[in-house]
């Protein structure tokens, strides 16, 4: 039969190499701890609510928050809305740390004074519709002067941009008669005749613009000098209302209406944690990236920073998509995981060097202990050359010391060559003491 290869000696490991393990655990310990006060101290967990300003009952803000919360909702999020009056009121929320995140239309908000918040992109169009119950025209906000009009309440978007618009004009907003209704109120008293126009910023997927599109009686007025309004107001978009497109059997709107129409962003405060972004930027990517009306497939949500710069997540988004961890893992433990990542490399980087200089001293103080035996050694031997090779009692005592004192040495594997090299030493040393 084969003979079976010799085994490999194992070497128990030496008391003091035993005692460096609960040190090496305890510091594998510290650095796990010093990782997870990191994770948390500087990047809490996720929170699973968020606020968002939208807009009035009625409101375009309305019907996409709604959307909002019922997918933010398979994440285990609880989306909380706020009726607003419109943009100006959102901004405000948001700066007070009212709301964790609000819609906002461009040309509102001004860029110096919105240092504390981000930008996720923009999400729609928002035309200016100027519904009337007389017979529409081309003459824009001209038709509307000495009219009762509803422009909105304050801190709507619908009375913000009529007042940027009519300055332009040489009007202002005594130039008719002012009512500072609601959307659902302005609907209401368009429809029952009490008044005469309502200007509205809002979506075509709000409903109450629906409505009144397709209520007999009611015209859209065309805006001829939009290209003057685009050129003049940089936030501004000249759009097509195309004849027919709410009602081909009826043939609604009866022509082509030109409108004016601005971009709503999504804007966050810039505390909003990481992994948040990330959710909402999936959510509008899923809800807006439709074609419609006044938009082509994919042209929502754009990487595109109106007033409020975009935030590093939304660039990141839109360069490289959402993050690898969030794709398979829950928002809140892709989270946790992405951050113990970020933060292992610096306390790794600590941590080894630490480790490799504490192996390092050991290995010395192993060495050390097999050189102190060499040295005694050495000058016993030397004493025995000036003894002319005779022994005397004291060194062979003093080389029983050196033997019984190495027997006694317990080592890793890796100091066995030099113990038993010491050993080797003793042994030629004894056979010349006892010659």
């Not at 796990?32 to 500087?42: D, G, H, I, P, Y």
Request: aromatic share 8%.
């Amino acid at each position: 039969m084969p003979s079976r290869p010799p085994e490999t000696p194992q070497f128990p490991p030496s008391p003091r190499h035993r005692n460096l393990v609960p040190l090496l655990w305890a510091i594998g310990a510290g650095a796990v701890a010093l990782l997870v006060w990191l994770v948390f101290f500087f990047h809490p967990l996720p929170p699973r609510t968020l606020s968002l300003a939208c807009g009035p009952d009625g409101s375009s803000y309305q019907v996409f928050g709604k959307r909002y919360q019922t997918q933010l909702a398979k994440q285990g999020v609880r989306l909380t809305l706020i009726a607003t009056t419109g943009t100006e009121a959102n901004l405000e929320l948001l700066r007070n740390g009212k709301a964790d995140a609000g819609f906002v239309d461009g040309g509102i908000a001004e860029e110096t004074d919105e240092a504390g918040l981000l930008s996720l992109g923009t999400i729609a169009y928002e035309p200016l519709w100027f519904f009337t119950r007389h017979v529409a025209t081309d003459r824009g906000l001209a038709a509307l002067r000495g009219k009762r009009v509803s422009v909105g309440p304050v801190g709507s978007e619908s009375r913000a941009l009529m007042q940027a618009l009519l300055k332009r004009n040489a009007m202002d907003l005594t130039s008719f008669q002012l009512l500072t209704l609601t959307p659902e109120d302005s609907a209401s008293e368009l429809l029952a005749g009490h008044i005469d126009g309502v200007v509205l910023v809002n979506s075509y997927a709000s409903p109450l613009v629906r409505q009144l599109v397709k209520t007999p009686g009611i015209d859209v007025a065309s805006f001829s000098r939009a290209d003057a309004y685009t050129a003049l107001f940089p936030s501004l978009t000249k759009r097509i209302f195309p004849a027919g497109v709410a009602d081909l059997d009826r043939d609604v709107p009866p022509r082509d209406v030109t409108l004016l129409a601005t971009k709503t962003s999504l804007i966050v405060r810039g505390t909003l944690h990481p992994a948040l972004q990330y959710m909402l930027l999936e959510t509008i990517a899923q809800l807006h990236a439709r074609s419609g009306i006044f938009q082509k497939a994919g042209e929502f949500p754009g990487a595109e920073a109106q007033e409020i710069p975009l935030s590093p997540e939304a660039r990141h988004y839109y360069k490289s998509g959402r993050p690898f961890l969030q794709q398979y893992m829950p928002f809140w433990l892709a989270a946790l995981v992405e951050q113990f990542l970020v933060l292992l490399i610096p306390v790794i980087g600590l941590t080894y060097p630490l480790v490799k200089s504490l192996m390092a001293i050991y290995g010395w103080g192993m060495q050390r202990r097999i050189f102190v035996l060499y040295g005694e050694l050495h000058y016993l031997e030397t004493q025995l050359d000036k003894a002319e090779g005779k022994s005397t009692p004291e060194l062979k005592a003093r080389l029983k010391d050196i033997e019984e004192r190495a027997h006694r040495i317990k080592v890793p594997a890796k100091f066995v060559p030099m113990l038993y090299s010491l050993k080797d030493s003793l042994k030629g040393v004894r056979a010349r003491i006892e010659a």
